[in-house]
């Protein structure tokens, strides 16, 4: 591609005409690692490092243009340009869309936002599409994923090169849809500037990544960008029993969609009947009132479902079709799944927030005869605040306690623990950093009327530590120990 036409997006003020703009610009790149000849370079501020301390080795590495907020001082640009931009990061994702030629206009692009349910419903959507024959992709926390591939995912929303690279592939493999979870991070870092969503879904906000927004309401603004962003033919399909709906539909420019259980909405559920085989309940939408069944447990799955649904609707699929779609949906690993075993009930979910946790805890108590066991720990280098308020609400509903290893990451371990166990008041605790050990122990100790829950990790198959990153898994271990054990 052309660097004039790259750079004509930019809308910058520099004399274009001073640059050799007939060049062929064969790569876009933000790492300078990977800049290779014909390359051009983003040099985008990070919040830990300089962009424009990586500009020499990507000239040396061969870019024919730089792109930055600040050049290099002692950098001579006599021979290769440097274009300023005031926002690297829009910047980045500008080009990458130029350069890819738009993906996102050849799909319907659906954004799911919110700090829990986002990847349950991107999948439930995705099977809904496919009941009615229409091809999707998927981009989200587990993997990205379209037709026949499957790529495991770095972060829930990619970098806006590799997220226009995806797009641009899945265009290509004749996908109509691209669903995808959009992160507080992607709204607040531009990762998806350039892309025009058809349908946004708000699901829920607690607190969460308070170490990157610092503030509950800096969150609730980088979510919200999303629908302000909407167009106005586009749907905005919010929960309504959250306390944030009100602010979204006075932000959002499309057409606002109500879900809700509590609330008055569009797509209402009643009579609930919840199990840990299932859930049932009756959808009432648009004058209609249809039985809705489901593998999927507790309340906050019915709000998925909910979301779900609605966008189904919206996109003018017969609900016969979505209905048979949520009946069969088998839901995602890692997602309060069921660990096979004849003995006792044993869950693994990602739950890693206090409301996630909560909305699990809560289920999973009311239908346990016996004692409710949790396996669970703490990121490191995330949000400390929340680690206290996840062992307060552990203490709320359960009966044995066990706090363990997360990603601690460069903290130490025991500290992590520490600080967990400081929201636990009355109750005991044990504290096992090897998670392995940890998991047998909560099996060991549970009996037939038991269930346990390990949290916190869900579909990951990885431990991250100051020096290392490990293969785990918390399924694998849990069926390895009950298969050793018979059970």
Known sequence: MRLERLLKRLNNNSRLK??????DVEAISANSKTVREGSLFVAVEGTKSKGSDFIVEALRNGALCVVGS???????????????????????AVLADEFFDHPSKKLKMAGVTGTNGKTTITYLIR?????????SGVIGTINYCYQDKVIPAANTTPGPIELQSLLNDMAKSACRYCVMEVSSHALSQERT???????????????????????????????????SALKAEAHAIVNLDSPYAARLKSLSRGRFVGYAIDSPADFKARDLNLSLEGSEFVLEAQGIKSRIKTKLIGRHNILNILAAIAFGVTQKIELPQIQKAVENFEGVRGRLCRVKTRA??????????????????????????????VVFGCGGERDRLKRPLMGGVVE??????????????????????????????????????????????????SNFSDTVLIAGKGHENYQIFKDKKIEFDDQIAAEEYLREKGL
């Open 127 to 135: 099977d809904i599409l496919k009941r009615a024959d229409v091809s």
């Open 344 to 373: 006792r009930n044993v869950f693994i979910d990602y739950a890693h927030t206090p409301d996630a946790l909560e909305n699990v805890l809560s289920v999973l108590r009311q239908f346990t005869k016996g004692r409710l066991c």
């Open 70 to 92: 600040r050049p290099k001082t002692g950098v001579s640009f006599k021979n290769v340009p440097f274009i300023r931009v005031r926002d690297s990061r829009l910047a980045l």
């Open 193 to 227: 500037a350039g892309i025009d969503f058809e349908s946004a879904i708000f699901t829920n906000l607690t607190p969460d990544h308070l170490d990157y927004h610092k503030t509950l309401e800096n969150y609730f603004l980088a979510k919200s960008r999303l629908f």
């Open 18 to 23: 001073d640059y050799p703009l007939e060049l």
């Open 396 to 445: 709320k509903y359960s009966d044995v306690i066990i706090i363990t290893s997360d990603n601690p990451r460069a903290e130490e371990p025991f500290a992590i623990a520490k600080e967990i166990a400081a929201g636990i008041k009355t109750k005991e605790y044990k504290i096992i950093l090897d998670r392995r050990e940890a998991i047998e122990l909560a099996l060991a100790k």
